[in-house]
């Protein structure tokens, strides 16, 4: 076949894949009105109720004392919880990707369980352990150690349903970079938190932000296992998902939206800073591809001997 003729083939196999102008039509409309029905105006009905008394009693309603009390157990689970994750991710990840050993497959089973197991059943499992008729009940008892329908409880809660979301992050990052920068640096002369720290962390940090950003995002607004441990006590261990259902159930639907504005502002900033990390992070590679080859040793050598 002559190279015109083979340059015709291409061309027209192009053009026979194509799909006609009606079909990208009808999938963008369809598309948009998928997200109008279901996220835009969800969201928009959310901000609409919540401000339907006006500023003053929106304001009112989260600066009740039970809101802020929910405010504060919130942001203290995620502060807790997310950095457990980040120290549990980091550690499988790199267990994982890096290393062979029995029992492997077993370990990344078990970093996917909560995205198998319901939140409500992981709450449940909690009662049953560390609840007044569970398995550490007695002790926990004799010794004044409260874990279910208190505080820890929560953190626990919370930390299971969100360990998966940094360490699954960085497991096909971790496995598609291999191993060879790690060990030219210890070839070099370098210890392990150096190794960590000048090779590692800056070949996964993009997919740590990553990870964290959705760790986060998910901490703040876990419900169902939360539900469970909590008891429902108002002003002590109810978080803001939880104080949001209640003011509904009492029919105080504009201070419930207002609550849940928050959480839906959360979630708003959390797209916006995935979009920023992913836009950061095709930058940081489209730069990487435009440098001239080098041997990549040369700058961890010049940070480790200075």
Known sequence: MSESASH???AKSLTQIQEPTWVKVTLIL??????TLFLILPLATVFTEALRKGFDAYWAALQEPDAWSAIRLTLLTALIAVPLNLLFGIAAAWAIAKYEFRGKAFLTTLVDLPFSVSPVVAGLIYVLMFGAQGWFGPWLQAHDIKII???????LATVFVTFPFIARELIPLMQAQGND???AAVVL???GWQTFWYVTLPNIKWGLIYGVILCNARAMGEFGAVSVVSGHIRGQTNTMPLHVEILYNEYQSAAAFA???????LALVTLVLKSVVEWRHARALNAVADLPPENPHWSFYNDLTH
Do not use: H
């Open 8 to 10: 015709q083939f291409k």
């Open 30 to 35: 369809v598309a948009l009105a998928f997200m």
């Open 149 to 155: 329908f208190a505080v820890p409880g929560i953190i």
């Open 181 to 183: 920068e790690e060990q």
């Open 189 to 191: 002369g370098a210890t």
């Open 259 to 265: 609550v849940a504005s928050l959480l839906a502002l």
